[in-house]
């Protein structure tokens, strides 16, 4: 029978068990810690308390207090801590002072061993003391019946041998005091706080450790688990609840020979999944307290480090082109927008074609910020303008001392930090013959070797090339690899050179000077918009039509960048002056005089016959034409009409096309 004084609270809760004489002092003294605890008196002990405890589920006690045996059989066998009723000295001296008046002889009785220190006592007082001392129910009756059969007037003890002293017909004295009581159940207070704060403690780390993306398990010094979060029981096929306090080895033993040994790291296979398992201490202090295992997922560590590396550097490698910065509005161009769009959308490697100065970076970084990849780093790098030996450390990078000179701790080449991004590699037909097989690797294995490394380092880009050559011709004198072609020409684009779309001539130079006119502060507010810039070159259009432009937009820019720093630098008068000659539209027109002054190439370029650079640069568009077609040819195993939809040409243009490039 349990007897509950005080309604529950939040309070700790403390259990008073007794089934003698100890039990009329808890309730004596239960008043006094009203305000502190919540406390029951369980009219219980031994096999009885032990069922009434367990029994209790979410209202178990947070600890017991008992006396002698009964604390002693509890302390074993109940998962709560028990706090035992400890009579003081001057309890002892006390008991026996009374014991001595009600009888001569006078026995003692204790639970376990008699304290030296009492012995002692009675020795130097010279007290005729008789010592008993019991285990057990059954030994406290055998004790009690003995001194009875041996004279002993009065019994002085816990409450179960005073009961059966009484009951043989023996005086009895209790043991214990009230100030004993007191200081057990402030005891009681003190471990009762103790063990919420710890329960709490674990509680948070025990959330801490099931929000943990990793498994991980604290073992004690034998290889027992601690504890152990969902994560890892999940990956292991155990049930984390029931882990505790059993061996992890027989729990797993599929782990067995593959834990680290020391403090360290070692790779692990668990149902078909590979791990980095990861050996630390419990504690600092020493080592015999306990290990921590982490294991972290193979795949997992893959995928952060490529998302870091991705990161990396991402903001000194980004695409500022964007489709609409392409000028022109002639069919060619509308065509190259086009392929961007459509190429957009896929991964595959594509081949940029087109004369120096078209613009084939633009178009690559406007396919960039159109793909799926435009989060990411776009990594652009000359082929021709490197040194072989440069070029190779700059794309594949290095390990610490590769090379004299190699930067210490080593450095990752422009392969892996376009690593979820796009790796634009210009002039592509000058990169060396023994850099294109490494490079044909990287494309077909997606996974790059530093040099002095023999580490493969994954990545996960996509290839976009460009060449002002004629790869087809490299591929047949040799210096181009056959099969790198292959790999790069995939999909491709053409750019058609300046001289071929002359209608865009004058909006491409009116927004090149709108653009050299922001720069400028002496021109920004007298070219302020493309309007403006129009009206400005308009007298040149014939002469920009005529010239042939083997320098194409490049060379177009050049120009333009000339005529700007003549208009910022002539005499203009007065700021009001200036703005009535803008509205009135006179002030800033470029005259053919000014334009012999400034590129008297172009003025001039109507009084003279076509060189044969010219043709040779038609030609050279009609050998670009051409690779692309074979190209595509190729990838579509000669299907015509698949090859047709691929490039949006006609099968009679095809054919005029291929026609003309044999010639």
């Known amino acids: 029978m349990s007897t509950p004084l005080f309604e529950p609270s939040p309070r700790p809760r403390i259990w008073a068990l007794s089934i003698s004489r100890l039990r009329d002092l808890f309730f004596d003294i239960a008043g006094e810690y009203v305000e502190r605890a919540d406390l029951r008196i369980v009219s219980h002990g031994f096999e009885d308390a032990v069922r009434e405890i367990e029994s209790a589920g979410a209202g178990r006690p947070d600890v017991v207090i008992a006396g002698g045996s009964n604390g002693a059989y509890l302390k074993t066998r109940v998962s709560v801590p028990v706090v035992r009723i400890n009579p003081t000295g001057f309890d002892v001296m006390h008991a026996l002072a009374r014991a001595r008046r009600d009888g001569a002889r006078v026995a003692l009785v204790t639970h376990g061993e008699t304290p030296d220190e009492i012995r002692r006592f009675t020795a130097a007082y010279a007290l005729d003391i008789t010592f008993a001392s019991y285990q057990s129910v059954q030994d406290a009756e055998s004790v009690v019946l003995d001194l009875s059969d041996r004279g002993v007037d009065v019994v002085v003890g816990p409450g179960l041998v005073t009961d ?9 004295v209790f043991l214990y005091s009230r100030a004993s009581v007191r200081a057990g159940f402030d005891t009681a207070l003190e471990v009762a706080q103790a063990t919420r704060r710890e329960t709490v403690r674990r509680q948070r780390l025990d959330n801490l450790l099931q929000h943990l993306r990793d498994g991980v398990v604290a073992l004690d010094a034998q290889g027992r688990v601690e504890v152990m979060n969902q994560r890892l029981a999940g990956v292991l096929g155990i ?145 021709g303008a490197f040194p072989e030996a440069l070029l190779e450390s700059e794309l594949f990078g290095y390990e610490e001392g590769a090379f004299t000179g190699a930067r210490k701790g080593g450095k990752a080449g422009l392969i892996e930090v376009a690593h979820r991004g796009t790796l634009f590699l210009d002039e592509i037909g000058e990169m060396p013959l023994s850099l ?46 056959a099969d790198l072609y292959y790999r790069l020409n995939i999909l491709s684009i053409a750019l058609p050179a300046l001289r071929e779309r002359p209608n865009d001539l004058l909006p491409l130079a009116a927004e090149l000077l709108r653009q050299a006119a922001a720069r400028e502060p002496r021109l920004a507010a007298r070219v302020p918009d493309v309007v403006t810039a129009e009206h400005v070159l308009a007298g040149l259009g014939g002469s920009l039509r005529r010239y042939a432009w083997p320098g194409n937009v490049r060379e177009l820019q050049n120009v333009i960048e000339r005529i700007a720093v003549e208009l910022a630098d002539a005499d203009m008068g007065s700021e009001t002056d200036a703005s009535a000659g803008a509205q009135a539209g006179s002030a800033f027109v470029v005259t053919r005089e000014m334009l012999h002054t400034i590129a008297p190439e172009i003025a001039d370029a109507h009084a003279r016959p076509a060189k044969p650079a010219a043709l040779t640069l038609r030609e050279r568009s009609r050998h670009v034409e051409a690779d692309q077609i074979r190209a595509a040819l190729a990838a579509h195993d000669g299907d015509r009409d698949a090859v047709c939809d691929a490039l949006g040409i006609s099968k009679t243009t095809l054919w005029r096309k291929l026609n003309a490039a044999a010639r």
């Open 164 to 172: 059966l002293a009484a009951n043989a017909g023996m005086g009895a």
């Open 239 to 383: 049930d984390a609840t029931k882990a505790a306090g059993r061996v992890l080895l027989e729990l797993a033993p599929d782990l067995a020979g593959s834990l680290p040994d020391a403090d360290g790291d070692s790779f692990c296979t668990v149902r078909g999944a590979s791990y980095v398992v990861h050996r630390g201490p419990l504690a600092s202090t020493s080592a015999a307290a306990g290990t921590v295992l982490t294991f972290q997922e193979s795949r997992a560590l893959e995928r952060l480090d490529r998302t870091l590396r991705a990161r990396q550097r991402v903001q000194q490698f980004t695409a500022r082109y964007r489709l609409d910065d392409i000028v022109g509005a002639s069919e060619s161009i509308e065509r190259v927008r086009s392929l961007v769009r459509r190429y957009a959308r896929s991964d595959a490697t594509v081949l940029i074609l087109g004369e120096s100065g078209t613009g084939k970076e633009m178009v690559a970084q406007s396919m960039h910020q159109l793909s799926a990849r435009r989060d990411f780093a776009f990594v652009a790098i000359n082929c």
């Open 436 to 481: 294109q097989s490494r490079l044909l690797r990287v494309l077909q294995e997606r996974e790059v070797v530093r040099l002095g490394s023999t580490e493969p380092t994954r990545v996960d880009i996509r290839v976009v090339a460009a060449t002002h050559r004629a790869l087809t011709e490299g591929v047949e004198t040799g210096s181009f690899r």
